[in-house]
């Protein structure tokens, strides 16, 4: 199995995070990805597939902004990573404003994603290594391709940021899939965190299908979006399935959750799977509340290969660092990594 890695994606490095009411350490951390290369062998650089695909996904103006943010930052006099500290509540009025705290706010909507000097650099790469993992599925469809991505991108939507993600690497290659003929297209999403970028951009498309196994939002961020209830709008009603679980879910309780999502993936009659993977579903992850074990990837991975789809895998989220390479290991070694 190929698999894609792009150093520049480490440029991003923020200092800290606001989390549970104080500052800690960014747990979306460059050694996150550096310790899963380390555990899964060698990987090739991404290819730069331009801003078109980008494009078609996100808002012009937004793009925009990601590139100029922390420039402006820095021009208004402010230090370190750039913070937005008020956001537009919902339903106030689109203002077009310029001042950059009015701006963060307005393409944000949280404090956990503090913008640097390289954030556009690492984001735009992380993208550009998804859609080269999609090309080497292209080349020869029988195979999977594994996207080491970060900073990850499932909750960023077409005009916002936000947990950790700047551009919806899934929806870019999900949509840049479709665009070449290889659909019907599906997007399963198995971070711990439900992915409500994701679900945003799609939500009414009548032929993309998006599916998410994720921690019950009731309890667990990013609380306003991944209900059960959620299940599309408009035309795309239906094309979104979102199935919620208790924190403390061990293999035992995901596993019939896996086989729902794959019920639905099947009835959609997808020729192309984008998996959203997130390893933060592991017991011991530091910000997440679920129990699966190391040999569960594997598991995991094993079953997502028995769907026989040509599969795209995104990594996603991941923080106990110290076990997270041997986690994303064992999961590609399910999927098949020696074919
Ligand atoms: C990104 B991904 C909780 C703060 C929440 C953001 C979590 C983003 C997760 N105290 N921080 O889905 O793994
Ligand atoms: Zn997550």
């Known amino acids: 199995m190929i698999r ?39 990987a090739i650089p991404a290819r730069d597939g331009g801003m078109a695909p980008i494009a078609a996904v996100h808002d012009a103006a937004y793009l925009e902004f990601l590139q100029v943010a922390h420039r402006d930052w820095v021009a208004t006099g402010r230090e370190g990573d750039a913070f937005a500290y008020t956001w ?81 690497n899934a929806a870019i290659v999900a949509a840049e899939a479709r665009r070449q003929g290889l659909g019907p297209v599906a997007i ?21 299908l998006f599916v998410s196994i994720h921690a019950d939002p009731s309890t667990d961020y990013p609380f306003y979006w991944g209900h059960a209830d959620e299940r599309g709008a408009g ?8 199935l919620p679980l208790p924190r403390g879910t061990d293999w ?27 390893a933060d579903t592991f017991g011991g992850d530091p910000i997440s509340h679920f129990a699966l074990e190391r040999e569960d990837f594997r598991r995991l991975g094993q079953r997502v290969a028995s769907l026989n789809v040509a599969t795209v895998t995104i990594m996603e989220g991941g923080y106990a660092t110290s076990e997270l390479g041997s986690n994303v290991a064992m999961f590609l070694t399910g999927l098949g990594a020696d074919t």
């Open 252 to 278: 035992a309780a995901y596993a019939p959750a896996l086989d729902q999502a794959f019920e639905a993936i099947e009835a959609h009659g997808t020729r192309l799977l984008v998996l959203s993977f997130g």
């Open 88 to 168: 537009p509540v919902v339903r106030r009025r689109d203002l077009d404003l310029m001042r950059i705290d009015a701006r963060l706010g307005r393409y944000s909507y949280d404090a956990a994603t503090p913008i640097t000097a390289h954030s556009w650099t690492a984001a735009y790469w992380s993208a550009q290594t998804a859609l080269t993992a999609l090309d080497e599925v292209v080349r020869n469809p029988s195979s999977a391709a594994f996207a080491l991505c970060r900073p990850p991108g499932h909750h960023a939507g077409r005009d916002y940021l936000g947990g950790y993600c700047f551009l919806n």
């Open 4 to 42: 894609v890695f792009d150093p520049r994606q480490l440029a991003h490095a923020p200092l800290r995070e606001l989390h549970n009411g104080g500052w800690t350490a960014y747990h979306e951390s460059p050694d996150r990805a550096e310790t899963i290369l380390a555990a899964i062998g060698p």
């Open 235 to 242: 035309a795309g009603l239906g094309t979104t399935l979102n």
């Open 188 to 208: 399963l999403d198995v971070d711990y965190h439900h992915g409500n970028g994701t679900q945003d951009i799609f939500y009414e498309d009548p032929d993309m």
